[in-house]
Every structure is written in C-alpha cells, then in structure tokens.
C-alpha cells in the first residue's frame, strides 16, 4: 500500500483546511491511521489516529476539539479537518498506517510502517 497525502497549504490563523491521505489499495481498510506533524527543528508528534473500522479516533491535546479525523474505507481515503487554525499548527503533516493493531491507535511512530509523503501548512497570524 502506498499512501499519499494532499491538501496542504497558507491559511490564516481561525481558518480551516481538510488534508486527504489516500491509498492505493483497498486492504487500507485494515490498517489503523493516523495523522503526524512534524514542525522545523521538532520531532515529528501524533495529531490524530483512527481505528481499522473508524469507530475509534484519538486526538493529540493540543488539537482536540478543532480537528478531526475520518476514513472512508471505501474510497481508501482518510481526511483530517483541521479548523480554528492557530500559528503552532503549521507544519508537515504526514498520514501513516500500521496493521499492528486493529483498535490501538498508537501515539509514537515506531508502530506505523507505511508513510506517506508529507504535505505543508502553514497558518498565518
């Protein structure tokens, strides 16, 4: 499976954007995905994950509330839409997928095997 990530951008801050990571298979529907970030001179850290089915999500702290995560298993697409955008946001953001699990949404990246290509946002104050 390969996995490729778009919809990046400049936005300002308080705006809104939608990432779309799509994969080439439709055996993405048993991966866990997830969203990370990584902004220069960081680590790359967990944004959001969702479960094989989609019935789980878990969001990182500082984007709870303003984002959110979904799949459509039948697309083999899954979207992270982020609102309210604040300047600590920007970033690259990478999807990634694992079959480690089926309902763990791990946090570290060590569990996740494929990656896509990141895609840059970058919010205004």
């Known amino acids: 499976v390969q996995l490729q990530a778009f919809g990046g951008g400049l936005v300002q801050a308080g705006g809104s954007l939608r990432l779309s990571c799509a994969a080439s298979?439709?055996?993405?529907?048993?991966?866990?995905m997830a969203w990370f970030r990584q902004a220069p001179g960081k680590e790359r850290e967990f944004v959001a994950g969702t479960s094989r089915d989609g019935s789980l999500r878990s969001y990182a702290d500082s984007v709870n509330g303003r984002f959110t995560i979904s799949r459509e298993n039948a697309g083999t697409t899954v979207y992270l839409q982020m609102n309210i955008l604040k300047a600590e946001d920007t970033a690259v953001y990478y999807c990634?997928?694992?079959?480690?699990?089926?309902?763990?949404?791990?946090?570290?990246?060590?569990?996740?095997?494929?990656w896509g290509h990141g895609t840059q946002v970058t919010v205004s104050s």
């Open positions: 990634a997928a694992t079959r480690s699990s089926s309902y763990i949404i791990y946090r570290n990246t060590g569990p996740y095997n494929l």
């Open positions: 298979e439709r055996t993405f529907s048993t991966y866990v």
